[in-house]
């Protein structure tokens, strides 16, 4: 059954078995291993800095974070993606907490030095206060001179080069199929995904509102947060109009 785009809850059960079949081809170790790395050069920070990889899903990026010597905390709604992270280790320096990334907790108030949000995981909610909302939280819960990594998708250059539709085949061997459309008042973008393969077909949408970075920055200066600089997606090099990713470094005043 395919879930209305409608609900102001949508994304409530939208992170599952289907979304990880879907989005398999991007989930590879090498991928975050790479990603990771290059978080390492943004952040510049010292062994045993506290971050908060906020939403974190399965965990792709936190438990490569608390190898590479931070105390890390990843924070996502989906019970089923926190379960997997799980699996891959906890430790005195690696936690879960099962939230929502508009009410972080009250204790972690100036508790970070670096949070990160990653994967175009920003956008979902339904009332557009609700995503400055998040960027609020972010700011509370950094320490001063803290660092906010912001990374997603860029609206200009998602405009400048769209695709309307496209598809790929899974690791199990499951068809998947993207239609999109772009409502340009709004900002949303909606995505139709269908799927059919031996074990699973179906359909379902979801939907996201795409910023462009000028407009983020804004959000961040709302909140007390400076961008420094903007990157071309995970690349060390400057972001430009038909940049489709984008990778923001804001830091708390």
Known sequence: MKKSVGSADWWADQFDAQYLREYQPLFTPERDRKEVARLLDVLA????????DCPCGQGRHAHLLAE???????????AELLALAGKRG?????RYTRGDMRKLPARWTGRFAAVVNLFTSFGFFLDPADDARVIREFARVLA??????WHGGSRDGVMARFLARDWWVS???????????FDPLSGVLTVLTTWEGRKARGEREHRIRLYTASRLAELCADAGLVVEQAFDGWHDRPMTRRSSEMLLVARKG
Request: aromatic share 4%.
């Open 45 to 52: 920070l010292p062994a045993g800095a506290r971050v908060l």
């Open 68 to 78: 590479a010597g931070f105390d890390v905390d990843g924070l996502d709604y989906s």
């Open 90 to 94: 906890t430790s005195k320096t690696l």
């Open 144 to 149: 001063d001179d803290g660092v906010l990594v």
């Open 171 to 181: 690791e199990d061997g499951t068809m998947i199929g993207h239609e999109r459309s």
